[in-house]
């Protein structure tokens, strides 16, 4: 609800967009967009009974009346006469109780048993005639209403923390997997809202050098009815049937008894403690689909109010371009507004600093494919409160033409998959593929200087032609780096696995992709030996210094700083137990994984080079700059054009010339060998940057503080087989 001030003397105007605004005695009006209703009843539940008010106005497509007594805690719904043609894709049915759009809170965490009737039970309801069986099917004791709530809250001054793009470092985090197990945080937070804002999580987060937060998705939700009858829920979220209600299961059960307020309340305390610890909020957002799926799925809103409004379909017929059954149509203006004013509402009342879009190809979508100046697009990218806050898209769909990394416009950034690809095949598939058949070739190491130099071939795809040399519109941290996510198997996982095991899920093991670029390190599973599990650490800790030092915003997954493993699932979107959830009970090698990281995350905070505004240049020895890189081989030779070529090259030096201090300048050399073995590696040579060496990080080290002390000593250094090793050059300036 919104609720304003303003004089009842005067009658209220037509509204011009959708949802309820009243003043603080609940008298306003109600509008919701529904153009081939012929009449909406809103719905108000007064204890056991339901009155009923029909919308007298129609404007636009736009159904709104007066209305009194909607004061917070009022129970609401609509319901809609019109066409029932479900061949022709219209599924108007005044019995069914149907939740507001615009709703800010709902009555329950998940529908009964009611919501999950398909169209075909209701046809098949129609014929019986039997009003009994219908009435207990759509009973106002079990159908999920939509509540009345205030936006009043005492943020208490609340900053946002305004992270600069080229300072974040994202982690994605599922709000009841994180907070679960944590022993720290009192057992009635556990696994809700107000579990992630207590200190021990915002301080572990802030210690481990984060700087955003970003949470799989916390709108109302349900589960599907295949996953109810397996006794499983939809984990993961991405399942919406609000875009403007928090799901109440994530919240607290004194918060869930109170009602839909204080569920909003507590979304929002959670917010205030992630900011006062100087983290941002970026939320997961689902806008490409709803729980209500395809043809055969339940209507629990947009379907039953307007079906062919709302959904993308071709004379009935669901367009699905996102493997759900169904797609919203972002052709359709009241789908765009209501996309819009969803993302204004968690942005300015929730105080959200950010959205990731799901599926976000979808939402540029029109007759003709995937457009980047999409009206939805340019809608979202020029409103004057969203360019406000960090836009990230996951930039494909399942759709014809629905791979579009690179293809967003400014200011978006976006999930990028070649990254994850690259430097899996280089630390894990290759080596797999070198170990089972002896061979020397492989990828080389030229997509993964490209992926650590910041992806310019994929990120700057949109440029428009005949920009200045070295001009672009789009930076570096335009590119979502990450090597995991919630979708797939963990970083620990992908050490240990290279056959998924999904069994769990109900599908025997048919779900979840099979292209996972893993390698068991020749024993498939837990265990191994100690000289396994060694070297499982050892890639592991090299896969995160890769990630952490690449040029680009750099995204980890909740646990994989201290091995998390899923037992080999990599589609646990509907395990809600162990399998998923962080375990904090950390051994001796998870909380040296977690100070490695700590330390990686400290470097890059510490050197301003690694994380360039710009896309990198090839460095010039006479006059460095931190805006370059150069690339050298084993023997310190700068790699030229017939070396990127060389599949059989697993070693790969990157220089990052350093910003010049008062009296000295200290440049970073990256090293990193996918060899077999262990590789001596010379320092590059005049006229390249000559000094004083020391080691900064060496992932051969279990314990990342057991560094040699002193500096290196001569023009070369050992790195280990399969180990990242960062050494930092002090130089003295010419003019010192």
Known sequence: MHIDRFDRATPPLAPTSPGLVVDQEGRGTFAVAAPRATGIDLCIRDGGTERRQRLRHYDGGLHWDDVEGMVPGTRYGLRVDGPWDPVNGQFANPRKLLLDPCGRGVSHASPLLSSFFPYEVDAMLDRIGDEHLRSEMDSGDTAVWSVVVSDGFDWQGDLRPLVDWDATVLYEAHVKGLTQLHPGVPAEQRGTYAGLGHPAITGYLRDLGVTSVELLPIHAAMDEPHLTRLGLTNYWGYSTMSFFAPDPSLATAAAQRSGAQAVLDEVKTMVRSLHAAGLEVILDVVYNHTAEGGADGPALSLRGLDNLEYYWTDHGTFLDVTGTGGTLDPRSVHVVELILDSLRYWAREVHVDGFRFDLAATLGRDDHGFRPDHPLLRAIVTDPVLREVKLIAEPW??????????????????????????????????????????????????????????????????????????????????????????????????????????????????????????????????????????????????????????????????????????????????????????????????????????????????????SSPHFLRPADPVTLDPGQVAWFDQDGRHLEHEDWMDTSRHLLAMLRPGIPGPETTEHLLVILSAEAEDVTVRLPREPWPQGTARVLLDTALEDPGALPAGPLMGAQVTVRSGCVLVLGITTPNRLS
Not at 403 to 427: H, I, K, Y
Not at 444 to 471: E, K
Not at 577 to 584: A, F, L
Request: net charge negative; hydrophobic share 30%; charged share 25%.
């Open 397 to 610: 769909d399942v759709g014809t033409g629905g791979w579009q990394t690179g293809g967003f416009p400014a200011p978006f950034a976006e999930w990028n998959d070649a990254f994850r690809d690259d430097v899996r095949s280089f630390w894990l598939a290759d080596r797999a593929h070198r170990d089972r058949t002896g061979s020397e070739h492989s990828s080389g190491v030229r997509d993964l200087a490209t992926r650590l130099a910041g992806s310019s071939d994929i990120m700057t795809r949109q440029d428009p032609p005949l920009l200045p040399p070295g001009r672009s519109l789009r930076s570096p941290w335009a590119s979502i780096n990450y090597v995991t996510a919630h979708d797939g198997f963990t970083l620990r996982d992908l050490t240990v696995y290279e056959t998924k095991r999904n069994h769990a899920n109900g599908e025997d093991n048919r779900d979840g992709t099979t292209n996972n670029r893993s390698w068991n390190h020749g024993h498939e599973g837990e265990g191994g030996g100690a000289e396994v599990e060694a070297a499982r650490r050892r890639t592991t800790r090299s896969i995160l210094a890769t990630l952490l030092l690449a040029s680009g915003t750099p995204m980890l997954t909740a646990g994989d700083e201290t091995l998390r493993t899923q037992r080999g699932n990599n589609n646990a979107y509907c395990q809600d137990n162990e399998i998923s959830w962080v375990d904090w009970q950390h051994t001796a090698h998870a909380r040296n994984l977690r100070e490695t990281v700590r330390v990686l995350l400290g470097l890059r905070g510490e050197h301003p080079q690694l």
